[in-house]
């Protein structure tokens, strides 16, 4: 992940960066950066490691390839669906596509005043 930067944007931004901090604080800018560098690295090595003791020996056999989401266009995911070679149905699949007869409808309940309709105090 280089966003973009090449060695003569950062050879920039550390001269920019360079002047405006000034030559009196640069050394403890250097150690802190230094020092953010190390932290950065100590919690992705640490992270790394509670994946590895978390998802047990499945972990290496993830292909990580696979789950990257900027394979997934989605002009390529439509342009291999529409392509795709149609698959003959079983018939186990066909027959649990027919659909069943709907049951007619029963008219609603009515209601008096001596026969109040169902009520879950705990609904309201």
């Not at 960066?17 to 190390?38: K, N, Q, S, T, Y």
């Not at 978390?54 to 056999?61: A, S, V």
Request: charged share 30%; hydrophobic share 40%; proline share 11%.
């Amino acid at each position: 992940m280089t966003f973009g930067l090449t060695f003569e944007k950062l050879l920039l931004i550390g001269l920019i960066a360079v002047l405006i901090i000034g030559p009196e604080r640069l050394p403890r800018a250097a150690e802190g950066f230094a020092r953010m560098v190390r932290k950065a690295g100590e919690y992705l090595r640490d992270t790394k490691s509670r994946m590895r003791e978390e998802m047990g020996p499945e972990l290496d056999d993830v292909d990580w390839r696979k789950l990257d989401p900027r394979q997934y266009d989605p002009r390529r995911i439509i342009r291999d669906a529409l392509l795709e070679e149609p698959q003959p149905a079983t018939p186990a699949q066909a027959t649990a596509t027919i659909a069943e007869p709907i049951a007619p409808r029963t008219a609603p309940p009515t209601f008096s005043a001596d026969d109040l309709p169902p009520f879950d105090s705990e609904a309201t």
